[in-house]
């Protein structure tokens, strides 16, 4: 699997995600337009989530049953279609029904990772998913600086007609470039569904790879969600525009990926999985004297915020990594599971994040963040006396 193919799945998987992202900024100026309150415009949301959950169970397990370049290429063409319907609604229904078609759509990104994997041979395995990831990774953290700008310059609408425009190119250079995949799995569909939860009880190890994931991943949307609380707030008083530059930060995760596979592949993901708990449970510790404002404190979260991206980053990585070792037939189901439960986590952090920071402020905040970094690092330990006896 050469270079030029990786940065393709990489740049097609970060394209894809991006689209969940886009609309997050730009609610107030959807909400006028299509002439609903800010708080229903807020429902595209939550809709497009509910979406890729659903796409996570529904869609990402086809990777097991049919020719994956169809299947990649088919649901990025649906993308595109959902975001020329986003970017020509004309009422809320519209707009939220897209929103729900891009949400199942772009769970395709999920059926890029283990095809990857599956390109790969093993002894390269890590670095590249690791490279694919860091794609993810800058298309979720990259799409809300970008969708503002584009929509300060052009209107809300021009953001979602570009993206399609972008999403279709994506899908013509897959199905040029990208060798097929037959799988071998030849499970009707009810029955592959049923096979899922079959392979959640079958192994522990996804279990406890993912029940890390899911209180890291919790501990980096908490603080996604209250730092633009904080910055906005009279201890900075920020704008949106140093609020967007400040979330820039976090492209250093999407680019210490990479480098964590690589290291996996040489024998070094124990001393990795550790640097990454170590990290984003320091991460907190100097996320609580950044609730007072100042430079000094400011340059606290930014360190802060690093160490948490690269971290969490870094452990998705090494754990991903493992769990698409479990079953070469099962690699699209097993990702579709662990990253089902890792979005459960991001789900439950944001919302108790909005709620700490209303009740308890920043130091509440902070101190839900370090919890759930710790209890992280329980089932890591958890994890690593299960493999000492090799279960």
């Given amino acids: 699997m050469g270079p030029g193919l990786t940065l393709l799945l990489a740049f097609a998987g970060g394209v894809a995600v991006a689209n969940l992202y886009y609309a997050q900024p730009l609610l107030g100026p959807i909400s006028v337009d299509l002439g609903i309150s800010p708080a229903a415009a807020g429902l595209a949301?939550?809709?497009?989530?509910?979406?890729?959950?659903?796409?996570?169970?529904?869609?990402?397990?086809?990777?097991?049953?049919?020719?994956?370049?169809?299947?990649?290429?088919?649901?990025l063409l649906v993308v595109a279609l959902a975001l020329i319907g986003a970017g020509l609604a004309q009422n809320a229904a519209m707009f939220?029904?897209?929103?729900?078609?891009?949400?199942?759509?772009?769970?395709?990104?999920?059926?890029?990772?283990?095809?990857?994997?599956?390109?790969?041979?093993?002894?390269?395995?890590?670095?590249?998913?690791?490279?694919?990831?860091?794609?993810?990774?800058?298309?979720m953290m990259l799409a809300r600086p970008i969708s503002s700008l584009v929509a300060d310059v052009l209107g809300w609408r021009a953001i979602f007609l570009m993206s399609a425009g972008l999403v279709a190119l994506v899908a013509a250079a897959i199905a040029r470039q990208v060798p097929k995949r037959h799988p071998g799995a030849g499970f009707r569909y009810r029955t592959l569904l049923r096979s899922m939860r079959d392979l959640l009880r079958a192994h522990p190890v996804l279990r406890r790879r993912a029940g890390v994931q899911f209180f890291l991943f919790g501990a980096f949307t908490l603080f996604w969600t209250v730092i633009p609380l904080l910055l906005a707030s009279p201890a900075y008083g920020m704008s949106q525009t140093g609020i967007a530059i400040f979330a820039l930060i976090g492209v250093t995760g999407a680019a210490a990926a990479p480098w964590v596979g690589w290291a996996a592949d040489r024998g070094w993901g124990r001393i990795g999985a550790l640097?990454?708990?170590?990290?984003?449970?320091?991460?907190?510790?100097?996320?609580?004297?950044?609730?007072?404002?100042?430079?000094?404190?400011?340059?606290?979260?930014?360190?802060?915020?690093?160490?948490?991206?690269?971290?969490?980053?870094?452990?998705?990585?090494?754990s991903q990594r493992t769990v698409l070792a479990l079953g070469s037939d099962s690699r699209s189901r097993l990702n579709g599971l662990f990253f089902t439960i890792f979005y459960s986590g991001g789900a439950v952090g944001s919302a108790v994040g909005a709620w700490a920071f209303v009740i308890g402020g920043w130091e509440l905040a902070c101190g839900i963040g370090l919890a759930m970094t710790i209890a992280a690092a329980g089932i890591h330990a958890a994890d690593r006396r299960a493999a000492s006896r090799g279960h």
């Fill in 96 to 139: 939220l029904a897209a929103a729900l078609v891009l949400g199942i759509s772009a769970s395709v990104a999920q059926v890029i990772v283990p095809f990857a994997a599956h390109l790969a041979p093993p002894e390269a395995r890590g670095g590249v998913v690791g490279k694919v990831l860091s794609g993810l990774l800058l298309g």
């Fill in 45 to 75: 949301m939550t809709v497009v989530q509910v979406g890729y959950g659903l796409g996570m169970m529904l869609v990402v397990p086809l990777g097991d049953r049919f020719e994956n370049r169809r299947l990649i290429v088919t649901a």
């Fill in 275 to 318: 640097a990454a708990l170590a990290a984003s449970a320091v991460a907190f510790l100097l996320c609580v004297p950044g609730g007072a404002g100042g430079p000094v404190a400011l340059g606290a979260l930014v360190v802060a915020g690093i160490l948490l991206d690269c971290g969490v980053a870094s452990s998705l990585v090494l």
